[in-house]
């Protein structure tokens, strides 16, 4: 009997024969679009907070940071119990870390677990336009690990914060050992780049930096700092007393601060920073009793 042949052609270079009877294995190629172009832009910066206005310097600690970063292939880590103001020291620092090197990326990763750090690697790419990305199968890790490590893509600053748990990245990928490589090898330590980590985590932050001297511990604010952040934060104090003994009685902590101020000032004039001193010291009172 004769074969019926038929052909197809679904065009970009693809086309292919019907057999109408054929016990041998069939072989398809199809061809693949070639991915469009982009022109890589120039080099800014990523960062997924606005600049908070109200920040207060916390002695010479971002001075430091700088110079540790001016340094090749530097870490830096930022180490202190949660609501101290890890985050938004590094939030600072990005923004003026940027505004004196505008030649350099800055970018942000979310480490807090190791999805939202991944998600991380596919914004870098998305940022550079990193050729390659949007392919099937497309390794982003691996990808955005050889374009941060080329010094030809110029230098970078990388904040990964939040990395609290060993586990996200030391870990393998694959969620055990096998082959998969941790994500802690797809953060280069290479000259044109200086990564700064923030957690709570102090054997964390010494396994990444591999130096206690470029691990910088936050505790709570001074006295005057905290005031300074609390006025900041209301626009005018009007009982500086009652002021420092709410600092106080928050235990210096930037984020109880803040979040107390902003209370106060959503619910002005109905409740004052006096006013709200009180209500907090009889709510402790009862909590203690």
């Not at 080099?43 to 109200?54: G, I, K, L, M, Q």
């Not at 005057?224 to 104090?237: K, M, V």
Request: proline share 6%; aromatic share 8%.
């Amino acid at each position: 009997m004769a074969q019926r042949l038929s052909s197809m052609n679904f065009g970009d270079r693809n086309r292919g024969v019907q057999v109408g009877q054929n016990n041998a294995p069939i072989q398809a190629t199809f061809n693949l679009p070639p991915e469009p172009l982009e022109s890589s832009p120039p080099p800014f910066a990523s960062v997924p907070f606005r600049r908070d206005p109200t920040f207060v310097d916390r002695g010479d600690i971002l001075d430091q940071i700088g110079r540790q970063c001016s340094e090749p292939a530097s870490r830096v880590a930022i180490v202190g119990l949660g609501g101290v103001g890890k985050s938004q020291l590094a939030i600072e620092f990005a923004y003026r870390f940027s505004a004196r090197s505008t030649e350099t990326w800055v970018f942000w990763i979310h480490a807090s677990t190791q999805a939202r750090l991944i998600e991380g690697f596919k914004l870098i790419a998305d940022n550079v336009k990193l050729m390659g990305r949007n392919r099937p199968g497309a390794d982003i890790l691996q990808l955005t690990f050889n374009w941060l490590s080329d010094i030809r893509n110029g230098k970078w600053l990388l904040v990964l914060d939040s990395a609290d748990d060993s586990d996200v990245l030391f870990y393998s990928t694959a969620g055990g050992n096998d082959d998969r490589r941790k994500l802690v090898e797809y953060l280069p330590q290479t000259p044109n780049g200086s990564i700064v980590i923030t957690t709570r985590n102090k054997d964390l932050a010494f396994r990444l930096t591999g130096n206690y001297q470029t691990m910088y511990t936050i505790g709570p604010m001074s006295e005057n700092e905290a005031l300074l952040l609390l006025q900041n934060r209301l626009g005018t104090i009007s009982d500086a007393n009652a002021a420092a003994e709410l600092v106080r009685s928050l235990e210096l902590v930037p984020l109880a601060i803040s979040q107390a101020a902003a209370y106060i000032h959503m619910r002005a004039p109905r409740t004052s920073l006096v006013r709200y001193l009180e209500e907090f010291q009889l709510s402790e009172s009862k909590r203690c009793h």
